[in-house]
């Protein structure tokens, strides 16, 4: 059996809890039997629940971004404007493109957010009938202002909005409903802190007519197979049942915590691996405004040989990040999110100060 021991630190996955493991050893059950549908239906609610949301909340046996390249085939009807400010907003329209959609990219510098202005700028030109977002570009770690984009999108109403939510989900407060989304994605290896696997998301009415007009939308993800499904409280092939086990226990797990209890506990991890940095001699790679709540996106103004950073922490037990894409080396990155605790981020940044005094 493989060993893994290093402590993780990194984007994702993140570290995940000894109860949430001991839930996905649970005896299995046939996905097609009622008590798998008591699970699901319970799944759903709590979604429901932490999502602020009376929409179909669906479940994926896969990455989120195979729902994403579902989302595309399902509801690009005419012409996608992707929003891109990092390496995987990028991917985003290349996703689009490589399911054979006509695509825009409109960018903003790495580490810059998307603006409301940026979005209504492209959507006034009446060219577009959906749109892709990251709310946050994990590799920048750039949270961009969701409710004032989505107060833009009021204005469109034959626009599809399709957001990426995998690394705010739950750290965050995210209302739905209120907010006016239409498809919602998110996987569970974030901040929902369980292993990779699992992806959830939305389809508000909207959302299901488009899919219905849409031609060659597949069968593994296509919203309306998941929608009738959805009715048995079930999913159109066999889901991941052990994952499903563990995301019904985290769940409880949040609610016992308390969401606004959660949320304070990671705006004040972000707050406090910030000024970490800062008294470090590092800087911010985002205006602070716009600094992730789930991890830090350092620059690494000291010149410190991240590389060698890396394997010396990695030798001490614990997983770093050294920058992503063509900011590696320049930026590193902390993340705080999940079930981690503000003393385990004392314990890592501790180690790294320590670090940085044997090699500069």
């Not at 009622?34 to 319970?42: D, L, T």
């Not at 007009?213 to 309306?224: I, T």
């Not at 209890?261 to 590092?282: D, I, L, Q, T």
Request: charged share 25%.
């Amino acid at each position: 059996m493989p060993q893994f021991d290093k402590k993780l630190f990194i984007p994702g996955p993140v570290e995940v809890a000894p109860e949430i493991l001991a839930a996905m050893a649970t005896p299995m059950v046939g996905h097609r039997m009622k008590e798998y549908a008591e699970m699901h239906a319970r799944v759903k609610v709590g979604l429901k629940k932490l999502m602020f949301t009376e929409q179909r909340v669906l479940l994926s046996t896969s990455s989120a971004f195979g729902i994403m390249e579902g989302a595309i085939r399902n509801l690009v009807g005419k012409r996608c404007a992707n929003f891109c400010n990092g390496a995987f907003s990028d991917k985003w329209h290349d996703v689009t493109l490589r399911c054979g959609k006509e695509a825009d990219a409109f960018k903003a510098e790495w580490g810059q957010p998307i603006t409301a202005e940026l979005v209504d700028k492209a959507l006034a030109t009446g060219k577009y009938d959906a749109i892709t977002l990251i709310h946050n570009e994990t590799s920048t770690g750039v949270m961009s202002p969701l409710p004032e984009i989505c107060e833009v999108l009021r204005r469109y109403p034959d626009v599809v909005s399709i957001i990426d939510t995998v690394s705010s989900m739950s750290a965050v407060k995210i209302p739905l409903d209120e907010l006016g989304i239409d498809c919602c994605i998110f996987g569970v290896q974030k901040a929902f802190a369980l292993p990779p696997g699992l992806a959830v998301f939305t389809a508000s009415e909207k959302a299901l007519a488009r899919a219905a007009a849409v031609p060659n939308r597949g069968y593994y993800f296509d919203f309306l197979e998941f929608a009738v499904n959805d009715d048995k409280d079930n999913t159109p092939s066999t889901p991941c049942i052990s994952q499903i086990a563990a995301l019904d226990v985290q769940l409880q797990r949040f609610f016992a915590e308390g969401l606004e209890n959660r949320w304070a506990r990671h705006a004040h991890m972000a707050e406090f691996v910030r000024s970490w940095a800062k008294e470090s001699g590092y800087g911010l790679f985002p205006e602070e405004r716009f600094c992730s709540q789930t991890l830090t996106c350092a620059s690494n103004v000291r010149g410190t040989d991240l590389a060698a950073l890396k394997k010396m922490l990695g030798d001490r037990g614990y997983a770093f990040d050294d920058g992503y894409g063509k900011i590696k080396g320049k930026t590193f990155r902390i993340a705080h999110m999940g079930d981690m605790q503000l003393k385990d981020l004392k314990e890592f940044t501790a180690v790294i100060t320590e670090c940085l005094g044997i090699i500069g």
